[in-house]
């Protein structure tokens, strides 16, 4: 049986050895791209062609840098004779079919999400076009005199956030089975395989790791907030949003490293476990 608690304890042994591979990868791949996209985003004028192209642009190389980063830090946890180079050249190499999967995942999801908003945009009489980002708000408008269609959202809403919980429980395992048995759409039913029977068990780390990282991220960000508020006065207060956000994407930026950690030595101790006699 594999346990958590053995995971953890190798994930640790190897932060404890690897930190100074693992750190640049991160800074490279997930911080930067980051910090440079949120600063285009803060000191740019939205609503033109050109904050909307140069944006798009920017959140794709942030994402496929995410991936190359998390991919290389996989190959890094994995196999202790993997050094920094290696695992740069295994993650370009797969980070293509890992970019290709998590697009054709989070089309999927997207889809899913239409049924809700066509309801509540029929039941109002409204012309069926709409924003992904509006849900929330046609939701509350819809409320008061569309009771149904509303009560169908909110119910559906709520199924859908449990069954993409369990989900992505059971893909967890995706980036190191797309690295390391160089599989492409195969990896969504591998994964699901190499995980049966740790669902919960899974899920379960997922909400504390959640709850921890959206804690630390609030905290590091209103603390630094403040501090670069009272410093740079009422007319920095676009600088201290900015600034107060990289501290934020820091620790998302190391919860991310060790996320991608944690998978990888869970995929070890699956793969151990399902070799052993």
Request: proline letters at 4%; glycine letters at 8%; charged letters at 10%.
């Amino acid at each position: 049986m594999v346990k958590m608690g053995t995971v953890w304890d190798r994930t640790v042994e190897v932060l404890n050895g690897r930190t100074g591979m693992i750190a640049p990868i991160a800074v490279l791949g997930i911080l930067l791209p980051s910090v440079v996209r949120d600063g285009f985003v803060a000191f740019s004028a939205p609503g033109t062609v050109t904050f909307a192209l140069v944006g798009g642009v920017l959140t794709i190389v942030a994402l496929v840098a995410m991936i190359w980063a998390q991919l290389a830090i996989v190959a890094i946890a994995t196999d202790p004779a993997t050094d920094a180079p290696a695992a740069r050249r295994q993650a370009s190499a797969r980070v293509w079919p890992a970019l290709g999967i998590t697009v054709i995942l989070m089309i999927v999801a997207l889809l899913f999400v239409v049924p809700p908003i066509v309801v509540l945009m029929s039941s109002s009489g409204t012309v069926p076009y709409v924003r992904f980002s509006a849900v929330g708000s046609a939701m509350l408008r819809a409320a008061p005199t569309q009771g149904g269609a509303a009560q169908f959202a909110i119910v559906y809403f709520l199924a859908f956030t449990l069954a993409l919980l369990w989900i992505s429980a059971r893909l967890v395992l995706l980036n190191p089975v797309v690295l390391n048995e160089r599989l492409g759409l195969g990896a969504i039913r591998r994964s699901v395989r190499l995980t049966k029977g740790l669902t919960w068990r899974i899920i379960g780390v997922m909400i504390l790791f959640a709850i921890v990282m959206l804690v630390s991220t609030w905290a590091a960000q209103a603390v630094t907030g403040i501090l670069f508020r009272l410093a740079l006065g009422a007319d920095g207060v676009a600088t201290a949003t900015f600034l107060s956000g990289i501290a934020a994407t820091i620790v998302t930026t190391a919860f991310t490293a060790l996320a991608a950690v944690f998978t990888a030595q869970l995929y070890v101790a699956v793969r151990e476990k399902s070799v052993t006699p």
